[in-house]
């Protein structure tokens, strides 16, 4: 498995321990080359010149755009529309899509555990349109029940929008299940796969997803790329959510008509580097392979887990089960803020995550401020987690502790 370290030349620096994956992974020379090949060769603006450079540029990006829909299985290339990250494919949907079908008193239901990316879109719906917000909430080790799923979804609920894989928790929430329940109460499903994506195989069409929200730069893209699945039944009566150039079919000094999906939703110049290098990092995932990526990520995270367990004032949130992870593993150390135990962790070169994860209130529901988080990916080594162990163990002391 290690041997694809050598591929990201940022981790030649053994030094360092790179555990901020959830944050944004690393990229292997396959994307940076990608992009470069593509400023290098093919650069013109896409999509409107009528001159090879520029038809170049436009087959890199539509060729990029059927890799996405592959990689999700999406019935048709046109169902993914290429947006800067998650946060951007969320805010489409809840605006161009929520604030046309909305009404005063209808259903939003999110789960505890959202990343504020897949919230506050929500929130601004309800805010705008007189809708109501409601939560799954989990069990204690972030886990969702039916009945809880049941229990929240009525025949009131317009969207569900869910977190596939939890940024703290790194918990799989049941996708497939919660859209079944979803569909026969008569609402959309809205998927946030920003951790999902990088980490386990999926299937739009078998999950049963409306909307599927991916990053780019959390699975060895470029950052200011990112796409959208949506469901074409739906992509096609909804309304653009940006507008300008290119997203047209014709206008005159009042009106305008749009191009068809997927270019109705792509106003302006698009970020054709960025889909073509995000294509080059889903080629590079698959040659990885989604079984040995979560094979590698499950053993270190066992790793972890148990040498955490030999630890003294250290609290794991989340799973016993190192399945149930992602990679992802969060604790706090008791005694000790977790800026403090991420800088003391810093000066020996290691880059974990602390604070509040930027899902506030799934730590009011865990009943803390902020934790630590360390992410890892499949070219993370046990060697990596016992060093990390090692310097875990020494911040008490730092921060004049005993012990
Ligand atoms: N949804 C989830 C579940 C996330 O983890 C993140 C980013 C986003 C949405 C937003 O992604 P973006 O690409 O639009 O920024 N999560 C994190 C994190 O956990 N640490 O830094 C960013």
Redesign the pocket.
């Known amino acids: 498995m290690n041997n694809w370290r050598a591929d990201f030349p940022i981790l030649s620096d053994e030094r360092y321990i790179y555990f ?1 994956n ?3 992974s690393q990229r292997p020379k396959q994307v940076t080359d990608a992009i470069t090949r593509f400023y290098e060769q093919d650069n013109a603006n896409p999509l409107r010149g009528l001159y090879e450079w520029s038809v170049r540029a436009t087959d890199d990006y539509e060729n990029a755009r059927s890799a996405v829909a592959e990689f999700l299985h999406a019935k048709k290339a046109e169902e993914i529309i290429f947006t ?7 805010n489409l949907v809840a605006y161009s899509y929520g604030l046309s079908h909305l009404n005063e008193g209808d259903e939003i239901v999110v789960c505890i555990t ?5 919230l506050l879109p929500w929130q601004m719906c309800v805010k705008k349109k007189g809708a109501v917000l409601k939560f799954f909430e989990t069990e204690p080790d972030g886990t969702l029940t039916e009945e809880e799923i049941r229990s929240k979804i009525t025949e009131k609920t317009k969207i569900v929008a869910i ?6 928790l790194g918990v799989t929430h049941p996708v497939k299940k919660i859209a079944q329940i979803a569909h026969e109460a008569g609402a959309v499903v809205v998927v ?1 796969g ?2 999902s994506a990088p980490h386990i195989a999926v299937d739009v069409q078998e999950l049963g997803a409306d909307f599927y ?1 991916i ?1 780019g ?2 699975m060895l893209g470029p ?1 200011g790329i ?1 796409a959208l699945y949506g469901r074409m039944e739906l992509l096609e009566e909804m309304p653009p959510f940006l507008t300008g150039g290119e997203m047209i079919e014709f206008v005159t000094r009042e009106d305008a008509t749009y191009a068809e999906v997927p270019h109705k939703f792509e106003a302006g110049t698009v970020n054709a580097a960025g889909a073509y290098g995000m294509a080059a990092g889903i080629a590079y995932l698959k040659q990885v392979g989604f079984d040995a990526i979560m094979q590698q990520e499950e053993k270190l995270t066992a790793r972890l887990l148990a040498q955490l367990k030999e630890l003294p004032h250290i609290t794991v949130y989340g799973s016993e089960d190192p399945a149930k992870h992602s990679g992802i593993v969060t604790f706090n150390v008791e005694g000790c803020h977790p800026h403090d135990v991420s800088s003391i962790l810093d000066e020996d070169h290691v880059c974990i ?1 602390a604070g509040h ?3 506030q209130p799934l730590l009011q529901y865990l009943g803390v401020n902020a934790t630590c ?1 360390a ?1 890892m990916y499949f070219y993370n080594t046990e060697e990596e987690v016992d060093r990390f162990v090692e310097k875990l163990a020494g911040v008490r002391k730092e921060l004049g502790y005993g012990s």
Not at 114 to 118: C, D, G, L, T
Not at 163 to 168: A, D, E, L, R
């Open positions: 901020d959830a944050a944004t800067r990250n998650t946060t951007e494919s969320l959202e990343h504020h990316s897949n977190g596939h894989v939890s940024n703290v946030d920003a951790q929200a990053s730069h959390k950052m990112g995550r994860h930027c899902a988080r992410s």
